[in-house]
């Protein structure tokens, strides 16, 4: 297996360390594996439990005006939380000793955008879910993702599913509420199938009715013990339903088993291996690489783990089909803190910075998330932010020898001549070290 | 009482554009704006049609009445209450609206439809350049400062061969020569990075230019989030010079009100209100130029004519859209309408869209922008030829 230490780094990290490609290059490939042999560790309901207990406070004040002042003071106090606590986020992952599971975290809550633009109530729930329904999954099964995400207070805020309910349900029959669609059009147009993949509205609408009833405890007691996830029979629509010719009927199992027979589809191995393949090997991802990806998910039952090897293979067996990938702003900054220390990014500006460059986490103007190819992030205007953005972060850093120097601890061979020559050439090492952050060779991965 | 009115009749080869305007004269001092509304935008709270006889009934929960401030335009359509400025431009002549409109698709997927409402092809994905950008390559000849995007990232509709700046409200950082020299050298080589700084840098120059004492463009005034209408503002600032662009395209979010809209007031009409107040800064911004000024304001598909469990609206098939400026022959709703009880309605569900999208922009890219119908119908909208253009939108 041939990958090169400068593509593990760059291209499957978040960047390297002065001498970490030295360190890499004695088993680059073999550094990647390891990562994906690791169980995550499910985390603790902590975070969960606090959202749920401060929107209950919140939301259940009972006069009108009380409860929005009480919810807008949440939602402040959060986004001026959520500052200092990026920050600490995004250094750690950046520092991490495992950055192929950062990256693979960072994707899969990208396929899963939930955001919180326009839609405050899921602010509460941000941490939590990257936590609890991504991050405990992304070495696990899809189909176990699928489901902790769909059924996360995030997702079901986020897409309303939270308020649907089933028009022939007790509570439909008695209240003037009904269906939502919304939550189940994602789940076969961005989550599983993909688009074009040949289902019809009709299967939206059946699938929306199997999920009907699946909803978030704000407004009951919060105990040590509440589960973050409610499934009300009441709301939830009786009778049969088919999707994608599959039959189900009533109840939560018979959801979880549609949202378990999905993963499994050949159409979802198909558009999850594409996705998986943009964004690691090439914007246009070559037919073979995205074939040997989706055999493996496809084989494996949908393991997340064995998909990410067969990435690492394709890298190895196949280093012609790599093109260029361009660093999306938030990689850019990450490979800033790991190539110059983490003074490079100024206290709880981090998240108001990623705002500006239309690429902080948790605020994706629409469920697709973020897209993934050169053309979405190298406009003119982002071309300059990142220079502007670079021309203060270059004040903060603190320089340790020449910033030749450094750009060769940081790129080894494959530092390009033009790189070179512009950082060699600067007028100060506070320019030098801008025009490195800048560089071709910082841009692309 | 609504009655179903035809207004689309069809120009003539001969008569919607001039002969003898040549390529390299046009656009002269016309401008154009797209703002392009992501999420789908609900036609039926923006143009609430109070005439027609199902409508009441239809919308249900989510129906505006006329005692809610309704502001009346003819046909028995009335405007939401939260877009005053509209109508006022309504009233003198300055906007137009079309009603039961919608891009050549019938997909109720947001980015398949963008997409199509982009690319300017009936197919999503089909191209990788859109229609306004294809417009500027049969306008513009070899100007390549004719085109603006004010947007976080270059739209689909404004990619493509012709050269288009990128521009969204902030702060100016000063870069020092000395830096963007070095910076441009180093990126020589770079396919990507090369057009784009240098573009950039233009666009960074024209900003300085503009901008104030405080380096500051854009951004919150006033109490309310106006967000489209500060970019709108911005915008005209651009278009508004002599040697500036011409054409710009901005682009608004959050129209998937797939839960409590709010009828009177509320989440839609806090959109509707920054949409009304675009249209309104561009007025102010674009000075004497807003006489030879037309601003399209359009969305991916319209919404479910009945409201969901949740009072919001899920997604549907035809909207309307908003055609203002001095240039515009307004005060008028051109629709082709198609009713709202069940069995007119599309699936039973949606408002059925009887105009495309690409009528509509045929007829403002012809009349106003005088791009041949040889190219509108070939180049601008591929295959289009049977998509008559919409005519007499355009004061003559």
Do not use: C
């Amino acid at each position: 297996m041939a990958i090169s230490a400068s593509i593990a780094a760059h291209r499957f990290g978040l960047g390297a360390y002065p001498g970490e490609l030295q360190a890499l290059a004695i088993d680059p490939a073999g550094t990647l594996w390891r990562q994906t042999q690791f169980r995550m560790p499910p985390a603790g309901p902590t975070a969960l439990r606090r959202a749920l207990a401060e929107m209950r406070k919140a939301a259940g004040i009972q006069d009108k005006p009380a409860r929005q002042a009480a919810l807008r003071a949440l939602f402040k106090d959060i986004r001026l939380r959520s500052r200092s606590q990026f920050d600490a986020a995004l250094i750690a992952a950046a520092q991490s000793a495992m950055p192929f599971i950062e990256r693979l975290t960072w994707f899969w809550a990208n396929h899963f955008t939930v955001s919180a633009k326009g839609k405050p109530r899921v602010l509460p729930f941000a941490e939590s879910f990257v936590a609890d329904a991504i991050r405990p999954h992304v070495l696990g099964r899809f189909a176990d993702m699928l489901i902790a995400v769909e059924q996360h207070p995030a997702m079901l805020i986020y897409l309303d599913n939270a308020l649907s309910v089933g028009p022939g349900s007790r509570a439909g029959r008695n209240r003037k509420r009904g269906l939502n669609e919304n939550l189940a059009r994602e789940i076969l147009e961005l989550h599983t199938v993909g688009v074009g993949s040949g289902y019809s509205q009709r299967d939206v609408i059946e699938l929306a009715r199997l999920i009907t009833g699946w909803t978030v405890p704000i407004g009951r007691k919060i105990s040590a013990t509440t589960a973050p996830f409610v499934f009300a029979a009441n709301r939830h629509d009786p009778g049969p339903k088919t999707i994608l010719g599959a039959r189900y009927g009533d109840g939560l199992a018979e959801g979880e088993r549609a949202l378990n027979d999905l993963a499994l589809r050949p159409e979802t191995a198909q558009f999850l291996a594409t996705k998986l393949a943009r964004h690691f090997v090439a914007d246009d991802p070559p037919a073979a690489a995205v074939a040997h990806i989706a055999r493996r998910y496809t084989e494996s039952g949908g393991d997340l783990a064995q998909m990410a090897q067969a990435l690492i293979e394709v890298a190895a067996d196949r280093p012609d089909l790599l093109a260029p990938k361009y660093r999306q702003p938030m990689d850019h900054m990450a490979a800033a803190v790991r190539a110059f220390g983490s003074e490079i990014v100024k206290a709880r500006q981090t998240l108001p910075s990623l705002i500006q460059f239309g690429h902080a986490p948790l605020m994706a103007g629409s469920p697709a998330g973020y897209p993934d190819r050169t053309s979405d992030w190298a406009s003119p205007d982002a071309v300059m932010r990142r220079l502007e953005w670079s021309i203060f972060a270059a004040k903060r850093a603190r320089i340790v020898g020449t910033p030749e120097a450094l750009a060769e601890a940081i790129f080894g061979a494959e530092l390009s001549p033009e790189t070179r020559f512009a950082v060699a050439g600067a007028e100060s090492p506070h320019q030098a070290l801008t025009l490195l952050l800048v560089s071709p060779n910082f841009m692309w991965r | 009482m609504l009655t179903r009115r035809s207004f689309l009749a069809t120009a003539a080869a001969s008569g919607a554009t001039i002969p003898g305007v040549t390529l390299a004269s046009a656009p002269g001092e016309r401008r154009f704006i797209f703002i392009l509304l992501r999420g789908a935008m609900d036609g039926l709270a923006a143009v609430p049609p109070l005439g027609d006889p199902d409508y009441a009934a239809v919308r249900g929960r989510l129906a505006l009445r006329a005692d809610m401030g309704a502001l009346p335009l003819h046909d028995g359509f009335a405007l939401h209450p939260a877009m005053t400025e509209a109508h006022r431009l309504y009233q003198s002549g300055e906007l137009l609206v079309a009603h039961a409109i919608a891009p050549p698709h019938r997909t109720r997927s947001h980015f398949d439809a963008q997409n199509i409402l982009e690319n300017g092809v009936t197919r999503a994905f089909a191209r990788d350049d859109g229609w306004l950008n294809r417009a500027l390559s049969a306008i513009g000849g070899d100007r390549a400062d004719l085109g603006l995007a004010i947007a976080e990232s270059e739209p689909l509709t404004m990619r493509g061969p012709a050269k288009v700046a990128g521009w969204a409200p902030r702060r100016v950082v000063l870069i020092p020569e000395t830096l963007s020299e070095r910076v441009s050298a180093m990126y020589a080589a770079d396919p990507v990075l090369a057009p784009a700084f240098a573009e950039g840098l233009d666009a960074h120059a024209l900003a300085s230019a503009n901008a104030g004492s405080d380096g500051r463009m854009g951004g919150a005034r006033g109490g309310r989030a106006l967000v489209l209408a500060e970019n709108a503002g911005l915008a005209a600032e651009f278009l508004a010079r002599s040697d500036g662009p011409r054409i710009a395209m901005l682009e608004g979010g959050q129209w998937d009100t797939h839960a409590g809209q709010g009828v009177a007031s509320g989440r839609m009409a806090r959109l509707l209100g920054d949409l009304s107040a675009a249209f309104e800064r561009i007025k102010n911004g674009l000075g004497p130029a807003w006489w030879q000024t037309v601003v399209v304001a359009a969305t991916e598909f319209g919404r479910t004519a009945r409201p969901n469990g949740a009072l919001g609206t899920d997604h549907g098939y035809g909207s309307a859209a908003f055609i203002a400026g001095g240039a515009v022959n307004g005060g008028k709703v051109v629709a082709d309408w198609p009713g709202m009880s069940t069995g007119a309605l599309y699936e039973g569900r949606d408002l059925m869209a009887t105009m495309d999208m690409r009528a509509l922009l045929k007829g403002v890219l012809g009349d106003h922008l005088r791009v041949s119908k040889q190219a509108l119908d070939a180049r601008v909208f591929p295959a289009s030829g049977s998509v008559r253009p919409i005519f007499d939108i355009i004061r003559q």
